[in-house]
């Protein structure tokens, strides 16, 4: 299925393309606050956000992978990304997202997820979704509480690279649980 327009009350869920290249760049894969706890490293120029977004572009029609850009309705600003993730672990859907610096602690990645839960559910039919954090980030489990996960276990996972290794909290969500917001 290809990666549908997703809405909520202040962003659109798009299909990221190499023309945000440079918003994305600027906004958020460039920080590293925001790539702090991520599998991803900071992105060094522009050139490793639009190698990032050629991938985006070549699953956009993939059952396994579904990627949105989160664009602001009041300006149209890019503002972060996230999606949904087959992870043959746990054999169900795996929900991650990244905002940028500017635009945390506002819930617009709640809200995000939300629309991203509710198309997981409603249209994918899916039971069951999963979702994790480093232990170290918080904010990212309040997001995942805000919007119904809940704690099941420790966990760990590393970075792309294998650089970087993170102590984990590990949540589950089940499609009677979920209440859109």
């Known amino acids: 299925?290809?990666?549908?327009?997703?809405?909520?009350?202040?962003?659109?869920?798009?299909?990221?393309?190499?023309?945000?290249?440079?918003?994305?760049?600027?906004?958020?894969?460039?920080?590293?606050?925001v790539a702090k706890f991520m599998r991803w490293n900071t992105h060094e120029n522009v050139d490793v956000t639009r190698e990032w977004l050629t991938l985006i572009e070549q699953n956009t029609a993939s059952d396994t992978s579904y990627d949105w850009g989160f664009v602001r309705k009041s300006d149209n600003k890019l503002i972060g990304s996230g999606g949904l993730y087959y992870n043959e672990r746990h054999k169900g859907f795996e929900i991650g997202y990244n905002i940028m610096k500017d635009c945390w602690h506002q819930g617009y990645t709640s809200e995000a997820a939300a629309a991203m839960v509710a198309f997981a559910f409603q249209t994918l039919k899916e039971t069951t979704l999963y979702a994790c954090h480093a232990k170290e980030n918080p904010n990212s489990g309040k997001?995942?509480?805000?919007?119904?996960?809940?704690?099941?276990?420790?966990?760990?996972?590393?970075?792309?690279?294998?650089?970087?290794?993170?102590?984990?909290?590990?949540?589950?969500?089940?499609?009677?649980?979920?209440?859109?917001?």
């Open 1 to 33: 299925m290809i990666t549908p327009i997703l809405e909520t009350e202040r962003l659109i869920l798009r299909l990221l393309t190499v023309a945000d290249a440079d918003e994305a760049f600027k906004n958020w894969t460039s920080d590293p606050d």
């Open 143 to 181: 997001v995942m509480e805000k919007v119904g996960f809940h704690y099941v276990q420790d966990g760990h996972y590393d970075s792309f690279d294998n650089q970087r290794h993170y102590e984990t909290r590990e949540y589950v969500l089940e499609a009677g649980e979920f209440i859109r917001r």
